[in-house]
């Protein structure tokens, strides 16, 4: 049972674009929902993360946006430069950050320059 | 970098044997997650070792076993290796338990099963 849905497995923007990345969860009791950046050969990156009683948060370019009643959270990515060309992943987890994280598939995203 | 070291970085198995993987986690972290990453997936939780007793365990057989040392570092055995076993192997180190406590992944140990 994936209880992590993510969606697009692929996203092509052009640099200067906004990358939209979305997730559905099914899990209520999840309390932590962050977002990790993975390049090739290297393992996962906290980007950044939200609990379920805020409806965004905003670090630098990166804003989750959260719907608890929709049990859907996604991460948008402003001004998208060519060095941002990675794989995303959402996770939500009960424990808190570094507990039995439930990953999604992932995102693969391009920016072109 | 994140301070994590794995070894080895890749490992080639045949079916039916029987692997190690280490992690070395980053200075002051008491707290050590295994993660498997099939090709194209996410990460799947495996186990956590928290000041060296497993403090959770995800939907994998008991086949997969783990250890952590007095230093915090941690090994993953895996036993009767099968082809779907072939993965990335992260770990996952922090400093203890709490909402806020970020876990940092090492870069993996790249195992396939043949």
């Known amino acids: 049972q994936q209880q992590v849905k993510q969606s697009p497995q692929s996203l092509i923007v052009q640099k200067g674009g906004i990358s939209i990345i979305n997730c559905a969860y099914e899990?209520?009791?999840?309390?932590?929902f962050p977002w990790y950046q993975q390049f090739p050969g290297k393992g996962p990156a906290l980007l950044i993360a939200?609990?379920?009683?805020?409806s965004e948060k905003k670090e630098g370019r990166f804003t989750i946006s959260f719907n608890k009643s929709a049990k859907q959270f996604s991460l948008h990515i402003m001004d998208s430069q060519p060095g941002d060309s990675a794989t995303y992943f959402c996770a939500a987890s009960t424990g808190g950050s570094n507990y039995k994280l439930t990953f999604g598939k992932g995102t693969l995203l391009t920016v072109n320059p | 970098e994140t301070g994590v070291t794995q070894s080895p970085t890749h490992l080639i198995k045949t079916r039916g044997q029987q692997v190690t993987l280490r992690c070395s986690s980053q200075s002051g972290h008491n707290t050590v997650s295994w993660y498997q990453q099939a090709l194209g997936q996410g990460p799947q939780f495996i186990f956590q070792y928290y000041r060296e007793e497993e403090n959770g365990r995800g939907n994998f057989p008991p086949r997969f076993s783990g250890l952590q040392f007095p230093n915090y570092s941690s090994e993953l055995n895996v036993n009767a290796l099968e082809l779907d076993d072939s993965a990335l192997y992260l770990c996952?180190?922090?400093?203890?338990?709490?909402?806020?406590?970020?876990?940092?992944f090492g870069q993996g140990t790249r195992l396939t099963v043949v």
């Open positions: 899990n209520t009791a999840f309390d932590y």
């Open positions: 939200i609990r379920p009683d805020v």
């Open positions: 996952a180190s922090s400093s203890g338990q709490g909402w806020d406590t970020e876990a940092f």
